[in-house]
């Protein structure tokens, strides 16, 4: 059973950081790449950041600079390190599994407000 369980999030002042994790099971984890989406309230989602099985990144323009994608292939975990984080960043940031099936989870809420 394919499982993606993201934690990390939560609400935090601007200028300050997070880290979020995605935890994965039920597929062969360092085959897959791994994203980051966001989605706000009354937007779509977006892709936030991505890291191949090889290990290149991707990062939204928004982002650069500020966030680092990274991965533990044996704790079978993807991370998003957030820092100087501004109130445009608040949305609900998801983990996708993309490679031989796409898997997503649940989510988790970041909200940045003072």
Known sequence: QVQLVESGGGLVQPGGSLRLSCAASG?????YAMNWYRQAPGKERELVA????GGSTYYADSVKGRFTISRDNAKNTAYLRMSSLKPEDTAVY???????GVYWGQGTQVIVSS
């Open 27 to 31: 597929f062969t984890f360092s085959s």
């Open 50 to 53: 991505a890291i191949g099985s």
């Open 94 to 100: 998801y983990c996708k599994a993309s490679g031989r």
